[in-house]
């Protein structure tokens, strides 16, 4: 009975999760989809890159605090908070009509968002075995990738169809719902429902020079201290960088740069988004598989077998990056274009998907998600250079 009860929780919770983080990438990128149709309202690139540069800034702070916060307070209210107030600014971006307006409403946006995968991650380990953790962190990030499959294809259909400002609508007030929603049906721990928790701080023990004996009283120095986390952060910055060329420039490079439409910009972001789908997952498991066999063979190293794979995807990403600069031009066809957009989502998504959940396991459960912010800061940054 106890077994069922924690099975649906589970569930329930994780589906709670799924969807709220597929609408918080709506809300991050619905204005980034209107970009070709502001264009012809007067605005140029530049400014629309300081607009967007105004949320990562915001993003990539707001996602170090909401890392450290979520090891202080209730990841709950930390995950439903964030994307009340994502869907608030998104809803209030259409009624205005300036730069310095939108840049200031996208920084708000850029701030709630911060706050929803660090909770997630936090939410994710207390409910989930460690052998298991790779795979639904994997299973969890799709989310993202769901939603920016089907999300550039509704916003072109809503943009050509009522304008730019009407398709702020639908994710502002869905995400305004759903987040009163996940206040109900996500649980912290399940100590806070009368289970068993499944994670302990001596689980994991940071991965420094420190005697055995005090590594589990490990703190916040102890982490900064790590080569190792910033050897992850500085993987995590370069394969970031990628993924953010081309969800937020991929639109305008295959239509400015090679003469697609629309709906072919859209169909390359959803091509990403896809592939990133089966990277995650496929990362995922494949991570998992070598965790296991890991510790099937004895080896009590304290080396992680999940960034090996991590090396492999990004090797790839390079790849496919190189042929879609070099060897793709306005005479390739429509499925040669969105099949290197897959490629590399497929590439991107898996390293990043690796990186986060080696972040989040190379720390006590008490730091996990300073841990985890702590490399997405590194990561995020470079979004403010693009």
């Known amino acids: 009975m106890a077994s069922s009860k924690f099975s649906r929780y589970q569930m329930a919770i994780f589906a709670s999760m799924y969807l709220g983080y597929m609408i918080y990438m ?13 264009i012809e309202e007067g605005f140029d690139k530049s400014q629309l890159g300081l607009i967007v540069t105004s949320q990562t800034t915001a993003y990539a702070i707001s996602k170090f605090l909401g890392g450290v916060l979520s090891d ?6 930390l995950f439903s908070a964030g994307l009340f107030i994502s869907g608030l600014s998104v809803l209030a971006l259409p009624f205005f009509n300036s730069v310095a307006y939108f840049s200031a409403l996208w920084f708000l ?12 991650a936090k939410i994710l380990r207390q409910w989930f075995r460690p052998a298991q953790f790779g795979t639904w962190w994997s299973v969890l990030s799709t989310s993202q990738n769901v939603s920016g499959s089907v999300a550039p294809l509704v916003a072109a259909f809503l943009i050509t169809t009522f304008g730019w400002r009407s398709s702020l609508r639908l994710p502002g007030i869905i995400s305004v719902v759903l987040a009163l929603i996940c206040v109900i049906t996500i649980v912290n721990q399940p100590s806070d429902v009368g289970l068993e928790n499944l994670v302990g701080d001596a689980d994991t023990k940071v991965k420094s020079k420190k005697p055995e004996s005090t590594k589990t009283q490990s703190t916040w120095r102890d982490l900064v201290a790590s080569p190792f986390l910033w050897l ?60 296991r066999r890991k510790k099937e063979s004895g080896d009590k190293t304290d080396s992680s077998p999940r960034v090996k794979g991590a090396l492999i995807f990004m090797l790839f990403t390079g790849v496919f990056y190189h042929a879609l600069v070099f060897f793709i031009d306005k005479t390739s066809s429509e499925v040669l274009i969105t099949g290197v957009g897959f490629l590399i989502g497929v590439c991107v998504y898996g390293a990043i998907c690796i990186y986060g959940v080696v972040a989040t396991e190379c720390a006590p459960t008490h730091l996990s998600g300073t841990s985890h912010a702590f490399c997405a800061l590194a990561a995020n940054s470079i979004e403010i250079i693009y």
């Open 232 to 291: 992850m952060s500085l993987g995590y910055l370069i394969v970031y960088a990628a993924k953010t060329a081309a969800s937020d420039w991929g639109q305008l490079y295959v239509i400015q740069e090679l003469g697609g439409s629309q709906y072919l910009g859209s169909g390359f972001i959803s091509s990403c988004e896809t592939g990133g789908v089966v990277g995650s997952i496929l990362a995922g498991w494949i991570t998992d598989w070598l965790v």
């Open 109 to 120: 946006c850029g701030l709630a968002q911060g706050c929803g995968w660090p909770a997630c």
């Open 72 to 77: 202080k307070v209730s990841a709950k209210i």
């Open 26 to 38: 709506y809300d991050r990128r619905s204005f980034t989809y209107a970009f070709p149709a502001v």
